[in-house]
């Protein structure tokens, strides 16, 4: 996961690829990102011909630079070579030590590499180049720096695929309205390069209308591209009909012949989801926005990410600023403890004393589970890793509320596979765990009921092994009361609830989300105001690592 600042960074560039189709600006811009970012002497971007199997420079910067704009050399020399043959990022502390190293190219610039990391720029699994940044000024690069540069890289290689296929598109477009003739050969080259766009792409004409659309454009409408055309485009775009009377970036294009930008939100089937809709124009014969070139991503998980980040920073500081609180409350509460017992007992029960005392006794209990709470789940070396058995541990949870569910006459639905792989967790922290995510559904449906007398309360318990993402994936759904979204925003921060006073401390969640993150795990809520919760945890196979 990214850290708050890396992803800033991956957001500007996003914004900066966004923003335009110049290809030589884009890179221009990453480049010298890349360049200060890592503190590096020198940067370059390789791309592949296929054709020769060579590797040229697009861009260069640092010393060397302006020797590298005619060079070239093989796609299967040198560290770059490396990258390109076998796909991976590479992270060379002594380049001059390395058997891999191509030396020519330091020959040719007069730059001396010492140090340097990589990454291969892939679209599809397709190689298209390589990203270089050399000898670290600020000491050594880092598996850190290589993981951040392989984030980089994913825009950037989509920055290229994407000015290459507008750019064919563009030059397409144009020899369709000169070469009249060629009209059926053309129109196949434009439907193959919006298919391989994976975006939603449409284009659309004065009068708001979809004339040409890719497959990623008609996946979403579940048609085909043929039956789009002629349709409105806010009928095509999720989200595009809620704006096509406000603020339509399409309009905007085409009165002003700028790119316009909007973000709209739709619902589905799969909840609402946020769309970010570009348009660029695309010139006619007399000048001005003949037609417009709509491109639609689904940013919903992007924004989710952002979310994730945000919060898990955020949990982190109020985790250790609640620690180090606790630590400091800790003497000062023993001797407000010691002295109301002390006090307690002295006193007799017709006394005036007595019933004050005896407040303040049990705000000091309860403050003191508060902080025993807090210390129990701040020290990290409490965590012991060994295989588990996940099923085993989601057992001994149930039998443990069992009586919980008897009693509010609850049914408890589990679908629990034999033979799932085993993890490597702490088993005392995932009982804990899942005791606090099947007491939160019984609370809720216990809710529900009281409101509802006769209501049929039901939680359900199921596991699944994922092989895609070599992990176990837990699930604890109820029909109790839900989530609304205001508290959906706050409810793994420490001591938030909305129970009372005496039912809660708040610390539940956010001990739930403090031993997911240690096993290297995540933890995602879906709800619904009045129909339901299902929390979802999804555990690494090889879990974390003790120590």
Not at 259 to 272: E, F, M, P, T, Y
Request: hydrophobic share 40%; proline share 4%.
């Amino acid at each position: 996961m990214e850290k708050p600042e890396e992803l800033v960074i991956l957001n500007e560039i996003g914004a900066q690829v966004a923003s335009t189709l110049d290809l030589d600006a884009i890179l221009a811009y990453i480049m010298q990102k890349v360049k200060d970012v890592f503190e590096a002497e020198a940067c370059s971007l390789m791309l592949l011909d296929d054709k020769e199997q060579m590797l040229r420079f697009k861009v260069s910067f640092g010393k060397g630079a302006e020797e590298t704009k005619t060079l070239s050399f093989p796609a299967d020399q040198g560290l770059a070579g490396w990258m390109v043959q076998n796909r991976q990022p590479v992270l060379s502390p002594n380049v001059q030590e390395d058997p891999r190293f191509y030396g020519q190219i330091d020959h040719s610039t007069g730059l001396v590499t010492r140090s340097m990391i990589g990454t291969p720029l892939l679209v599809k699994q397709r190689v298209i180049g390589v990203l270089e940044a050399i000898n670290s000024l600020r000491g050594a690069f880092t598996p850190d720096d290589v993981r951040f540069l392989s984030s980089v890289a994913t825009p950037v290689a989509q920055a290229i695929e994407n000015a290459r296929l507008f750019t064919a598109l563009n030059q397409a477009y144009a020899d369709l309205l000169q070469h009249k003739q060629q009209i059926e050969e053309n129109r196949n080259l434009l439907q193959a390069i919006f298919d391989g766009i994976g975006d939603a792409l449409v284009i659309v004409d004065r009068d708001m209308r979809v004339v040409s659309a890719n497959a990623s454009a008609a996946k979403i409408t579940g048609a085909t591209p043929e039956a789009l055309m002629g349709k409105p485009y806010g009928k095509v775009l999720p989200g595009a009909a809620d704006v096509v009377a406000e603020d339509c970036p399409v309009r905007r294009t085409i009165a002003s012949g700028q790119n316009a930008h909007r973000l709209c939100k739709a619902s589905c089937g799969q909840g609402v989801r946020e769309w970010e809709i570009r348009t660029y124009p695309l010139s006619g014969e007399s000048g001005g926005a003949a037609r417009v070139v709509v491109f639609g991503r689904d940013v919903t998980d992007q924004r989710r990410m952002e979310a994730s980040v945000t919060r898990t920073a955020k949990l982190a500081a109020v985790g250790k600023l609640a620690a180090g609180t606790a630590h400091e409350l800790s003497n000062p509460l023993t001797a407000i403890l010691g002295n109301a017992m002390l006090l307690h007992r002295l006193l007799t029960r017709d006394s005036s004393a007595y019933s004050l005392v005896s407040t303040i006794l049990e705000a000091a209990e309860r403050s003191r589970n508060i902080l025993r709470s807090l210390l129990d789940y701040a020290r990290q070396d409490q965590y012991v890793f060994a295989p588990i058995d996940v099923n085993a541990s989601l057992e001994w949870s149930i039998a443990l509320l069992k009586y919980s569910f008897d009693e509010t006459v609850i049914q408890l639905r589990r679908d629990l596979p034999p033979r799932l792989p085993s993890i490597n967790a702490s088993e005392s922290h995932l009982r804990t765990l899942w005791t606090n995510l099947l007491l939160n559904a019984v609370d809720a449906v216990k809710a529900r009921v009281k409101a509802k007398p006769g209501f049929k309360g039901q939680v359900e318990v199921w596991s699944v092994y994922v092989p895609e993402d070599l992990a176990v994936r837990v699930a604890v759904r109820d029909n109790g009361t839900g989530i609304s979204a205001e508290h959906m925003a706050r409810m793994f921060e420490p001591f938030f609830t909305t129970k009372k006073p005496s039912e809660g401390t708040g610390l539940g969640l956010y001990i739930s989300h403090t031993i997911v993150e240690q096993h290297g795990g995540k933890i995602e809520v879906e709800s619904a105001l009045g129909q339901g919760t299902t929390f979802t945890v999804t555990l690494p196979v090889e879990g974390a690592v003790d120590g």
